[in-house]
């Protein structure tokens, strides 16, 4: 009877290491997720000649686009459209040089404009897409 005792204890200890190891293995496979989905992505928008370009700007969710001012005249980037702004979402002024980025975190069409001039190329958008 002690044998039979001993036998059972000892197969109790085999099934909880092998529910830790089960465990370790989850783990640290949800960590190498998290360090894939944390790798830095930019992109640049130039506004020249009062064109915005690349336009559409294509990217994966997550990544944070920059736009940059390179005519002697300002600009603004003003989330909307000229009928609809949407100033809470994101709105900036830019000095000639001068350069303002967001971070698109979630996925879908983002238009954008110029309220400072009303030209077809001082529109422009961001397509966000989900992973
Ligand atoms: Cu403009």
């Known amino acids: 009877m002690r044998s039979t005792s001993a036998r059972r204890r000892h197969s109790g200890t085999a099934v909880i290491a ?26 640049t928008v130039t506004i020249q000649t009062f064109i ?9 969710v997550g990544t944070t686009v920059v736009f940059e001012n ?28 001068e350069t303002t980025e967001w971070t698109f975190d979630e996925p879908g069409t983002y238009d954008y404009f110029c309220v400072l001039h009303s030209g077809p190329g001082m529109t422009g958008q961001v397509i966000v897409e989900a992973d």
Do not use: I, K, N, W
């Open 70 to 97: 390179l005519d002697s005249t300002s600009h603004t980037v003003t989330a909307g459209t000229r009928e609809l702004a949407d100033t809470d979402l994101f709105d900036a002024d830019l000095e000639p040089g």
């Open 52 to 60: 915005y370009s690349p336009d559409p700007l294509t990217v994966p």
């Open 18 to 43: 092998l529910l830790l190891v089960a465990g370790l293995a989850a783990c640290s496979a949800d960590s190498t997720d998290e360090r894939d989905a944390e790798l830095p992505s930019t992109e």
